[in-house]
């Protein structure tokens, strides 16, 4: 090999390697991409009320909003009990925004019976408000929206 290539091909690389580096361009996706602290699957028992339990699923993003939907197995207070006697289950379909940790949104809520006539709406605009906190990795809800505590599912 002459000395003359070996050369010439050092500086190409390096050249290719401070461009990466200066630009921040490369065929790589970042690791360290930030992930949206909403979006995900997540689950609550509802220790101040019934001990049900509950499910959310969010979607979307901080750009397009969110869809917010949450499943309570059994929500005896708004929704009462089947014919069956068992709590009805309740689902609330939202959307929302955020601002830094808290996501609020709203939607409609809706008792699903255990009786053939099907499920019926129970709130028209249901509020939704959470907290993410990072050190926990946990979502919130105060008392005056669902009072729960989620973690991911």
């Not at 709203?106 to 959470?130: I, K, R, V, Y």
Request: glycine share 10%; net charge negative; hydrophobic share 40%.
């Amino acid at each position: 090999m002459r000395k003359g290539s070996v050369t010439a091909a050092s500086l190409v690389l390096a050249f290719v390697l401070a461009f990466v580096l200066v630009t921040g361009f490369a065929a790589i996706p970042s690791v360290h991409a930030a992930r949206d602290p909403f979006v995900g699957s997540w689950k609550a028992i509802d220790i101040h009320y019934d001990n049900s339990q509950m499910t959310i699923v969010i979607s979307g993003s901080q750009d397009s909003g969110y869809s917010i939907v949450l499943h309570d197995n059994g929500a005896p207070g708004p929704c009462g009990y089947g014919s069956d006697g068992k709590w009805n289950a309740m689902v609330i379909k939202a959307t929302g925004t955020s601002s830094g940790n808290v996501l609020t949104g709203s939607g409609p809520a809706w008792c699903l019976q255990h009786h053939p006539e099907g499920a019926t709406l129970w709130n028209p605009s249901w509020p939704m408000d959470f907290i993410y906190d990072p050190s926990t990795g946990t979502l919130t809800s105060p008392p005056a929206s669902l009072y729960a505590t989620f973690t991911r599912a």
